[in-house]
């Protein structure tokens, strides 16, 4: 069973439409940590938002806003307003506990997302 | 702003040959990571680095490959006999402490000839 499920491949929006990311995760950790990383086009893995299992809290930074619901596992990413600049893939992840402690990112497959203008 | 840096940016061998790709992580970071990325897939766990061993590695992390780090800023993955299937991207990271946000450098590209 996959750990972290992007079921969205790839999402085609023109400039100035919102849209939204979806992450669904498993885990039987009570303690978890949940992350967002963007790879524009030249490849890097820019780290956007972590959040930790007991803050289920929304958060917004900008044109972005994340949104994690413990009750369907889910911490979905809405971009406001998208842009050009926006396109990219971006990668849900999961860290839980592991033999060494908190030390894996467990990714999902990505989201591929085309913004034109 | 601190950063991760990776040398070199794309390494190009034959199978069966020895590479090293090198990676200075972020200097007050205490967990170093090794992660890679074959063409269009997912990003997958290698292996984790804490007070000088091995923390956590994953089933791709067999014999072949090795992670030291030999002085007081470099973090070095060995990989002992190259074949086909390791070409990938091969991302570091390090993180201040474990749980905590892992920050990545830009990648080293291998291509295995």
């Known amino acids: 069973a996959q750990k972290v499920t992007q079921a969205q491949t790839e999402i085609s929006v023109v400039e100035k439409e919102d849209v939204t990311l979806d992450c669904v995760y498993e885990?039987?950790?009570?303690?978890?940590?949940l992350f967002w990383y963007k790879q524009p086009p030249s490849g890097e893995l820019v780290f956007l938002i972590r959040?930790?299992?007991?803050?289920?809290q929304n958060e917004i930074s900008g044109r972005y806003s994340w949104n994690f619901q413990k009750s369907t596992s889910s911490f979905n990413f809405t971009i406001t307003a998208s842009q050009v600049v926006d396109s990219a893939v971006y990668f849900c992840?999961?860290?839980?506990?592991?033999?060494?402690?908190?030390?894996?990112?467990?990714f999902g497959a990505g989201t591929r997302l085309a913004v034109h203008p | 702003e601190p950063e991760v840096t990776q040398t070199p940016s794309h390494q190009v061998t034959q199978m069966g040959q020895e590479v090293i790709l090198r990676c200075v992580p972020i200097?007050?970071?205490?967990?170093f990571y090794w992660y890679r990325q074959i063409l269009g897939q997912k990003v997958e766990f290698l292996v984790s680095f804490y007070n000088n061993e091995i923390s956590e590695k994953s089933e791709i992390f067999d014999d072949q490959f090795s992670v030291e780090r030999p002085d007081g800023s470099n973090f070095t993955l060995k990989i002992r006999s190259t074949k086909l299937e390791d070409s990938a991207m091969y991302f570091c990271a390090s993180s201040e402490l474990q749980g905590k946000e892992q920050f990545f450098g830009p990648g080293t590209r291998l291509t295995v000839l």
């Open positions: 992840a999961l860290s839980e506990m592991g033999s060494g402690g908190y030390n894996k990112l467990i």
């Open positions: 200097s007050n970071h205490l967990y």
């Open positions: 959040r930790n299992s007991f803050d289920e």
């Open positions: 885990t039987r950790d009570t303690t978890y940590y």
